[in-house]
């Protein structure tokens, strides 16, 4: 898929998620549920789960891997950030699921008197794309306090819905 | 082609029979101790200098000349050039170059920044670090981040010419030095971890039109390496050496690029340096057809070219079918020395790997092969016996193996962690000692590959892995070393706290000299590494030290500015698996110590 292509449908989909959190953010913190292993906030925002034994949910560990493949080269371990981008864990405290998909697949520039930086689109990028919801979750998990630095020690089974999705989302196995 | 009448005078009687060329001018010019004309100080890359005013007795007397601030925040690597009165101060991306007169504490005589596309900025691994331009013949010699190669008038900073060396949109950036030789200019591309087809390449030093490139994968004619006349271990490589090591096309996006540091010797009229991993990270995406492991020449490998044609003289592969990022792009020094009894002409190269490397340079045979690193474990070692048919391979110990423990598995407690037991920054050589002073890292990894798909343009690493300090040592991730590389034997060792990720310098007044992570600059005894000196810069080093003298009085300089992959990969402090559950582990983070700015520190003896 084009580069113009995939953002402009991302971001058409981003808006809708967008009306759909503004009408229910206040309810936000109540009770999540848990779909075939995904698991969702009260309003159906992608979350994490950590139970009490520590085991996460697959996508929560499926992030963890995706993060520290595809983005820790410049936001450093565990999303706590580095000498050259920012700690991820503080931005996903303020940041919405919607911004956050929409900066990730088109892309920041920040033009500052004293630098410059820019995080590229990753929206072509499938290793990215296929699971920027995994990336949240995991982040959110970190900033959110919910899971420690480092390797998650126990995750769930991947759900055979994870196994789809990555197939159709990969397009070629 | 001539700088000075008197010179030129000089000259004439052997102008009819050797032209002259930039490399007689850098061999000239690095002969006089009072510059630094070339990043690695010499052809040699040995980083030594002759000069002796500051020594083992007054080092502790050293105070801060000047500084100088860059204006850019990000990593600085590399080290100032000195040229006659004229200091050259490069910077990370936008590469602002200064030229500062020696003559006035620093002041500016001109400045070169160039304008570059910023979509450079997120396909360059890890900080838009860069090690730094060289002099040959009156220019300066600069590669951009955007690949871009400018030859700049030394006296004046006015553009002789330029050309572009490779496209950033396939990842394609510049973060070595480059090496003026002879007529040519030569120069590295950096991007394995974004499927870069990696190459060296020559550009005449006078015009900038490309004379040869050599990739470093494929076909025999792109890869400059002759079927019968091109050695390794001591038989012909053979046909198709490079494509019979891969499976179909991978070698297309297979990395090897060469990001770092050039050596040359004249004698043999022979280029050396290193290539890098075999892009993914992920082996089990690189096998053959068979699901077996596979070569994949010559990413991993010390190659040795001839300057005129490029064409390889000899290469070896450290690290075949790699499977922990072990880079082979580390500078290769050349030293002569004596090695069981005989007078050698070696090449010492400490590769990411964790082995410490000694090949005869101008055959290319292996002499020595002993970590430096006590706790590498990932091999039980490299293969000695000539007649073995695992003769040069390093033997992989099960446990360690990422492949064989499998995909989307972790494998735990390697060492080195995937920055190696040393990444760029350059060892130095002390004839005085015959010791190499080499800065190292002392960190392992747990490493869990995992299927990735490839994307012009964008990364293509396929793994996660968590670092932590060596267990069972003594806590830090660091050590300053020396090395006898006749041996292959650590001399002594001296623990800190944070990798040593600054380049070493040694002198003839017997001592040697590093930055650290936090921003010290410090000098040892050469003989036992006793720390004699240390003083605080403004931030972190990842620079190299050089030394200069200027109207008789000896300076040694030093960029600051924390970043590169140091930058980002300790700047929140590693943690141990070992501690519980990711508990941060004995350090507290690079960033608690440090902060980023860019700036040159000068000391001399009051």
Not at chain 1, 58 to 72: A, D, I, L, N, Q
Not at chain 2, 96 to 116: F, M, R, S, V
Not at chain 2, 174 to 196: H, M, Q, R, W, Y
Not at chain 2, 480 to 487: E, L, R, S
């Amino acid at each position: 898929m084009k580069r113009a292509g995939f953002a402009s449908a991302m971001i058409g989909a981003i808006a809708l998620l967008s009306n759909q959190y503004a009408m229910a953010e206040t309810a936000s913190t109540t009770a999540k549920k848990e779909i075939a292993g995904k698991w969702l906030t009260a309003t159906g925002e992608p979350t994490y789960n950590v139970a009490n034994d520590g085991t996460v949910d697959w996508y929560t560990f499926s992030g963890f891997r995706r993060y520290h493949s595809e983005c820790h080269t410049c936001h450093g371990p565990d999303g706590e950030g580095s000498s050259y981008a920012p700690a991820l864990v503080e931005s996903v405290k303020t940041m919405s699921y919607a911004d956050f998909m929409l900066i990730v697949a088109t892309g920041r520039e920040v033009v500052r008197a004293d630098k410059q930086s820019k995080m590229p689109a990753l929206g072509d990028n499938a290793n990215v794309r296929c699971y920027l919801e995994d990336i949240y979750v995991y982040l959110k998990a970190r900033a959110d306090g919910g899971l420690p630095r480092g390797r998650p020690a126990n995750r769930a089974d991947k759900p055979e819905a994870a196994e789809k999705q990555e197939k159709e989302c990969f397009g070629d196995r | 082609m001539h700088r000075h009448a008197l010179a030129s005078a000089s000259l004439a009687v052997f102008a009819f029979a050797t032209p002259a060329m930039a490399n007689e001018d850098v061999l000239q010019q690095s002969a006089r101790p009072e510059q630094w004309v070339l990043q690695t100080g010499n052809y040699t890359n040995q980083r030594y200098s002759k000069l002796a005013q500051i020594n083992r007795d007054n080092v502790k007397n050293l105070k801060v000349a000047w500084t100088f601030s860059t204006g850019v925040l990000r990593g600085h690597e590399g080290a100032p050039l000195v040229v006659g009165n004229i200091m050259y101060v490069h910077t990370p991306f936008p590469n602002t170059l200064y030229a500062l007169d020696l003559n006035e504490d620093g002041k500016i005589l001109w400045k070169y920044e160039p304008k570059q596309n910023p979509d450079v900025i997120p396909v360059m691994c890890c900080d838009t670090v860069y090690r730094g331009p060289a002099y040959a013949d009156g220019t300066i010699y600069h590669h951009q981040a955007d690949t871009t190669l400018v030859a700049l008038d030394a006296k004046t900073g006015k553009e002789k010419w330029k050309v572009v060396n490779g496209d950033p949109k396939k990842g394609e950036t510049n973060t070595a030095t480059v090496l003026p030789v002879k007529d040519k200019v030569i120069v590295g591309i950096s991007g394995a971890e974004f499927g870069v087809r990696g190459h060296v390449t020559a550009y005449d030093a006078k015009t900038g039109k490309q004379v040869w490139r050599a990739y470093s994968l494929g076909p025999d004619n792109e890869i400059l390496f002759d079927p019968e006349k091109t050695m390794s271990l001591g038989k012909p490589v053979g046909k198709d050496s490079s494509l019979k090591t891969w499976t179909g096309e991978q070698w297309k996006i297979g990395g090897g690029t060469a990001w770092g540091w050039f050596s040359y010797d004249p004698e043999t009229n022979l280029v050396f340096y290193g290539t890098a991993n075999p892009s993914t990270w992920n082996p089990a995406q690189r096998t053959g057809t068979d699901g077996k492991p596979i070569d994949q020449k010559w990413t991993m490998a010390i190659i040795a070219r001839d300057a005129d044609t490029g064409v390889a003289k000899w290469a070896y592969q450290m690290t075949p079918f790699d499977e922990w990022d072990y880079d082979g792009v580390n500078e290769m020094i050349l030293a002569d020395i004596t090695v069981q009894g005989q007078p050698r002409k070696v090449l010492v190269h400490f590769d990411r790997n964790g082995l410490g490397y000694t090949l005869d340079r101008v055959t290319g045979e292996l002499l020595v092969a002993n970590k430096f690193d006590p706790k590498v474990n990932w091999t039980s070692g490299v293969v000695m016996d000539k007649n073995s048919p695992q003769y040069g391979r390093p033997q992989v110990v099960k446990e360690y193996s990422t492949f064989q423990t499998g995909q989307d598995k972790n494998t735990k407690g390697v060492c080195p962690a995937a920055l190696g037991s040393k990444d760029q920054q350059p060892a130095a050589f002390s004839p005085q000692t015959n010791l190499f002073y080499v800065p190292t890292n002392h960190v392992c990894m747990d490493y869990e590959p995992f299927r990735v798909s490839y994307t012009a343009g964008q990364p293509y690493v396929g793994a996660t892995l968590s670092m932590f300090a060596a267990p069972g040592s003594h806590g830090g991730m660091g050590n300053f070393i020396a090395w006898d590389a006749a041996q292959g034997k650590i001399a002594w060792s001296k623990p800190e706290k944070f990798s040593v990720w600054s380049g070493a310098l040694a002198t003839a007044g017997g001592i040697v000299f590093y930055g650290t992570l936090e921003g010290y600059i410090k000098a040892v005894d050469e003989k036992d590494g006793t720390e004699l000196f240390k003083f605080k810069t403004p931030s972190g080093i990842i620079g190299n030290v050089m030394t200069y003298s200027h109207n008789g009085k000896q300076y040694v300089a030093v960029l600051s500015g924390v970043g590169g992959w140091a930058g980002i990969g300790l700047a929140a402090g590693l943690t141990n698996p070992n501690d519980g559950l990711g508990a941060v582990g004995g350090y507290a983070g690079l960033r608690d110590y440090t902060a980023l700015g860019g700036s040159l520190t000068v000391l001399t003896l009051p």
